[in-house]
């Protein structure tokens, strides 16, 4: 069993698919597995796969019908092997001593957070241990970062702790991170964050990141209803269960049309919304806010 399975999505990545296999090949720790799902690339994606699987056994490789990145993930990590996994996206790279520089810090914990580059960024997490994901996340979901919150890369995860918990992606929406992430920490145990940048993450122009069509908007309220109720379930503070609510509501109706507007109010869970919104008048404010109009809504959270 290796110490780390990197599961590597790939869909029409045929530029950039070179670059990611080549970092990971050149590790300078080799105890590791890379399980690479062809998600259906019609680019030759598929068949360079292939190529590295020939020349390295540690490189393993799946093909399926597209199905998505969340799907793609789930198969890897049903393929994966490794005490510890990480989700590597197949147009970025890791440093070459990113393997070999946790290998010496993890020791059992659930999570182990790092840092990265995004573009010319540079983001670094103070070195830390936290004694559950839940403080982990309590502490740092809302900071401003160079990352989201909830990237995915940017961890690597206790195999044995994802599979007891059931900790899958959801599939069939986009911000699939937005939806896995706090769930995985309010899950998770013991937490280490390590202070290095070991993962490249490639900026391009149209991705999910940085666009934001109908069904964006529509996945984020999804995962707002669908987290809050997830979080009720485990009697989590409601000042809490706002913060993640209105943050995807706010991202969900940021810069939307009056069309949008339109179709996207009916989504909203009015009744969890008011529930978690009752303790404090800014939030009843909000709330009150984004059923009179989403322009108001937009409008109070600029101001706020």
Do not use: K
């Not at 969340?70 to 790279?93: I, K, P």
């Amino acid at each position: 069993m290796p110490l780390f399975s990197l599961v590597i999505p790939v869909y029409n990545v045929a530029p950039y698919l070179a670059d990611c296999l080549a970092s990971v090949a050149r590790q300078d720790f080799g105890d590791w597995e890379a399980v690479c799902i062809d998600d259906g690339s019609t680019d030759g994606s598929g068949s360079l796969l292939d190529d590295y699987s020939r020349l390295d056994v540690r490189f393993r490789v799946s093909h399926q019908a597209n199905r998505g990145l969340s799907a793609a993930r789930n198969a890897g990590l049903a393929m994966a092997r490794g005490e510890y996994v990480l989700f590597l996206d197949s147009d970025d790279t890791l440093e070459p001593n990113a393997l070999g520089s946790l290998a010496g810090q993890v020791d059992g914990e659930d999570l182990v957070c790092f840092g990265g580059w995004r573009g010319e960024e540079r983001e670094v997490p103070a070195a830390a241990h936290y004694p559950s994901g839940w403080d982990y996340y309590n502490q740092h979901a809302l900071e401003p970062r160079v990352f989201p919150f909830v990237c995915v890369v940017l961890r690597c995860y206790r195999r044995q702790f994802l599979l007891d918990s059931g900790l899958r992606f959801r599939e069939g929406i986009l911000h699939e991170d937005n939806h896995f992430t706090p769930r995985v920490c309010l899950a998770a145990g013991r937490v280490r964050a390590v202070g290095l940048a070991l993962y490249h993450y490639r900026l391009r122009e149209g991705s999910i990141m940085h666009t934001r069509s109908l069904r964006s908007r529509r996945d984020l309220i999804a995962i707002a209803n669908d987290l809050s109720a997830h979080f009720m379930q485990y009697s989590v503070d409601n000042s809490v269960i706002y913060r993640a609510l209105t943050h995807h509501y706010q991202a969900a109706f940021a810069d939307a049309t009056r069309d949008e507007d339109v179709q996207l109010l009916p989504l909203v869970d009015w009744h969890l919304y008011h529930t978690v919104s009752r303790t404090r008048l800014r939030h009843r404010v909000n709330y009150l806010a984004l059923r009179t109009s989403p322009a108001l809504f937009r409008l109070i959270l600029r101001l706020g």
